[in-house]
């Protein structure tokens, strides 16, 4: 079975920095594209950052400046470094992975448990 166990999230102050961790478990073919959503009280959830197998990344326009996503393809591991936090940063961060169970089976798109980021003074 296909785990997304996410480590990273917590308290922080506006201005400061985290990193979020997904480390992706179990038995599976390949992973493709990674990437990290947010959700926040009340808010649909949204788009932050997202890499491809290839390394190509793509970031919502609002973290763009702020946010970096890069991928460990042989610890099968995503990463979300946040710089210059803003209170609107705060929501829950997921992971998702869309990953191939054998060769013959189609990518099924996962997610993690979610990680809480609060960022207040």
């Known amino acids: 079975q296909v785990q997304l166990v996410e480590s990273g999230g917590g308290l922080v102050q506006p201005g400061g920095s985290l990193r979020l961790s997904c480390a992706a478990s179990g038995r599976f073919f390949s992973i493709n594209g990674m990437g990290w959503y947010r959700q926040a009280p009340g808010k649909q959830r949204e788009l932050v950052a997202t890499i491809t197998a290839g390394g190509t990344t793509n970031c919502a326009d609002s973290v763009k400046d702020r946010f970096t996503i890069s991928r460990d393809s042989a610890e099968n591991t995503v990463y979300l470094q946040m710089n210059s936090l803003k209170p609107e940063d705060t929501a829950v961060y997921y992971c998702?992975?869309?990953?191939?169970?054998?060769?013959?089976?189609?990518?099924?798109?996962?997610w993690g448990q979610g990680t809480q980021v609060t960022v207040s003074s």
């Open positions: 998702n992975a869309l990953i191939r169970a054998t060769w013959r089976s189609n990518t099924n798109q996962y």
